[in-house]
T-cell receptor
Framework: DVKVTQSSRYLVKRTGEKVFLECVQD?????MFWYRQDPGLGLRLIYF???????EKGDIPEGYSVSREKKERFSLILESASTNQTSMYLC?????????????FGPGTRLTVT | EDKVVQSPLSLVVHEGDTVTLNCSYE??????LLWYKQEKKAPTFLFML????IEKKSGRLSSILDKKELFSILNITATQTGDSAVYLC????????????FGDGTTLTVKP
């Protein structure tokens, strides 16, 4: 079974702090994704990555950056956390290629910025 | 910009009822449509649809895609309380293979 893990289930940070959210997958997937999920707004893509050291902006990249130094690890960085970044953050991974593959999600990190 | 709209936003039914969840989409280059079920934690995969008119079935759940009218439905027959969840629809864009756009989800509550 594919396993996607996220470093924290719950996180509370102060405005202006730098925040790292880590995601690790154990199935050698090339594609990895970061989403945030908010009531009434659904799942929105922040950044995704096709391979090590590659990154692409999603629909709402502002205020975030990412790092993919190793294939299994995809980090989301909030350089200076703000209260409007309070949300549930979900990481996902999938296989790449010409065929379509479903995404496997981690358990989520609920981030509160005070 | 790709767009996915799900309806209804929420639904309350009783055990044994049949429900139909709707997903309409706009996507530049369609690759696939996926349905996920999300309970308290992360979404889990249900179906992937790529061709029109071919029903995918898993137990009491089934889904079909209409690429001409740009929508999909997810049917659940003989609902059970364990079907209570948020059901998410996503479309994958072929120009950015692997990138999916999600709808807001339909919250289904099944009462005993």
């Amino acid at each position: 079974d594919v396993k996607v893990t996220q470093s924290s289930r719950y996180l509370v940070k102060r405005t202006g702090e730098k925040v790292f959210l880590e995601c690790v997958q154990d199935m050698d997937h090339e594609n990895m994704f970061w989403y945030r999920q908010d009531p009434g707004l659904g799942l929105r893509l922040i950044y995704f990555s096709y391979d090590v050291k590659m990154k692409e902006k999603g629909d709402i990249p502002e205020g975030y950056s990412v790092s993919r130094e190793k294939k299994e690890r995809f980090s989301l960085i909030l350089e200076s956390a703000s209260t409007n970044q309070t949300s549930m953050y979900l990481c996902a991974s999938s296989l790449p290629g010409e065929s379509s593959y479903e995404q496997y999600f981690g358990p989520g990190t609920r981030l509160t910025v005070t | 910009e790709d767009k996915v709209v799900q309806s209804p936003l929420s639904l309350v039914v009783h055990e044994g009822d049949t429900v139909t969840l709707n997903c309409s989409y706009e996507v530049t280059n369609f690759r696939s449509l996926l349905w996920y079920k999300q309970e308290k934690k992360a979404p889990t995969f249900l179906f992937m649809l790529t061709s029109s008119g071919i029903e995918k079935k898993s137990g009491r759940l089934s889904s079909i895609l209409d690429k001409k009218e740009l929508f999909s439905i997810l049917n659940i027959t003989a609902t059970q309380t364990g079907d209570s969840a948020v059901y998410l629809c996503a479309v994958e864009d072929d120009t950015n293979a692997g990138k999916s756009t999600f709808g807001d989800g339909t919250t289904l509550t099944v009462k005993p």
